[in-house]
Each structure stands twice: as structure tokens, then as C-alpha cells.
């Protein structure tokens, strides 16, 4: 009956003359010290509207060494993450699960994660200055030299729409 779509934006980073520590990707980086403001909309369609716009802030923080990755915080998904060898990985429990792989080729798949969500098999999409993770629900973008930018997610539920058979309408 209803759709809800979900966007979060990473608007900007300050702190930006620390020393760049726990990542070498231009598309994916972390360091103590980070700052992170966040502006969240939520949209509802169906059955009622819903809209609403939060800002939130974070901080990267160092984080744990599990396994030879160095974890940071990572206040835009609220988990640790880790970069190494062109791969990010998210830290559930101890174990590391698979966010994405940069060295895939452009339209490739595969199985990664979306924190908290795991198992989902994503799509790669590359462009000079950004890549997008994308499945049926979610769309990621990682944007050259800011990192995680966008997080959209949309979903609906009820049955379909009617599509009128009278001519007329």
C-alpha cells in the first residue's frame, strides 16, 4: 500500500588537516578525529504521509585490531569498518563481513553488506569520481576524496497497484 524511502547524506567532513591514518583509498577513508555531519530524510507515501529531516554529528574513533585489520568507528553506519588491500569490511562480532571490493570492474556482483544488513548481493558501478553500491533497496555512494556520501533506502509492502482495464479511466 505505502512506500518509504530513506536518505542519508553525508553533507560534509571537518578536521581534514589530521594526518590521514586508517585508509589509503580516495574512496573510502577513516581517521581519528573525523567529523561527520549526517542529514537523515525519511519519506512515507501511502496510506498517510510521513516526512521528516534529522541532522545528527559523529566522530571517528580508533577502534579495535581483529584478525590484522585496524577497525575505526564509523558514525555514518554506527559500526566499525576497516580498509585494506581495495576491500571494506564491517566488523560484526568479531568477524569481518564484507561491505564492498574496489577492485571489482564495473558492473560487477556480489555478496556484500550494507550495515546492519549482510548476505545481499550488491552491484558495482564506477564512475571517475564516485562508486554505487545498488540492490533492489539500497544505493551507497562513495564519492573520491569524501567517502561514504549517500545511503538511500526504499522499500514497499502491501499488494500492487490496480492497473484500471476500462478504457475510460
Known amino acids: ?49 510521513f516526512f521528516s529531516t534529522t541532522f545528527t554529528t559523529g566522530t571517528v574513533s580508533s577502534g579495535m585490531v581483529l584478525n590484522g585489520l585496524q577497525y575505526y568507528y564509523n558514525p ?21 563481513v564484507l561491505v564492498v571490493d574496489f577492485t571489482l570492474p ?17 552491484t558495482i558501478t564506477k564512475s571517475p569520481d564516485r562508486v554505487i553500491l545498488s540492490n533492489d533497496e539500497y544505493n551507497v555512494t562513495f564519492k573520491k576524496d569524501i567517502g561514504i556520501q549517500r545511503l538511500t533506502y526504499s522499500t514497499s509492502w502491501g499488494p500492487p497497484f490496480q492497473v484500471p482495464t476500462d478504457k475510460n479511466c
Open 1 to 49: 500500500m505505502g512506500k518509504i524511502k530513506k536518505t542519508i547524506y553525508l553533507l560534509f567532513t571537518l578536521s581534514l588537516t589530521l594526518t590521514l591514518q586508517a585508509q589509503d583509498s580516495l574512496l573510502f577513508f577513516q581517521y581519528p578525529g573525523q567529523k561527520y555531519v549526517i542529514m537523515n530524510e525519511q519519506s512515507q507515501w501511502g496510506g498517510g504521509g
Open 106 to 122: 564495473s558492473a560487477s556482483s556480489f555478496t556484500g553488506a550494507i550495515p546492519p544488513r549482510e548476505g545481499l548481493l550488491l
Open 76 to 96: 555514518f553506519f554506527k559500526v566499525y569498518m576497516a580498509y585494506k588491500d581495495g576491500k571494506v569490511y564491517w566488523n560484526k562480532d568479531g568477524n569481518p
